[in-house]
Nanobody
Framework: QVQLVESGGGLVQPGGSLRLSCVAS????????MGWYRQAPGKQRELVAR??????NYADSVKGRFTISRDNAKNTVYLQMNSLKPEDTAVYYC??????????????WGQGTQVTVSS
């Protein structure tokens, strides 16, 4: 069984930085894509950043401030968040797409980590 565990969320002042981490554990042959989504109260879940191979894509609202990276050997994805704004406040979810396992290919989600940007 594959599990995604996020860490690194918390409370930060506007202009501050946080680094989120997400580790995928279990019997995994390969992971096609990994990414971060977020959901603010009363809003739909939205893509923040995604990485597939060496290709990254970002939501317009975070371009130039957030950086996604991946360590394939550790099945880990990171999200470095700089110049944080109050509107970045949300629960951040890790996603692993097209994960190849002995049982087949599936998508997985983490439980989420809260990021609060406030003075």
């Amino acid at each position: 069984q594959v599990q995604l565990v996020e860490s690194g969320g918390g409370l930060v002042q506007p202009g501050g930085s946080l680094r989120l981490s997400c580790v995928a554990s279990g019997t995994i042959f390969s992971i096609f894509a990994m990414g971060w989504y977020r959901q603010a109260p009363g809003k739909q879940r939205e893509l923040v950043a995604r990485i597939r191979g060496g290709i990254t894509n970002y939501a317009d609202s975070v371009k130039g401030r957030f950086t996604i990276s991946r360590d394939n050997a550790k099945n880990t994805v990171y999200l470095q968040m700089n110049s944080l704004k109050p509107e970045d406040t949300a629960v951040y979810y890790c996603n692993a797409g097209s994960v190849s396992t002995p049982q087949g290919v599936y998508d997985y989600w983490g439980q989420g980590t809260q990021v609060t940007v406030s003075s």
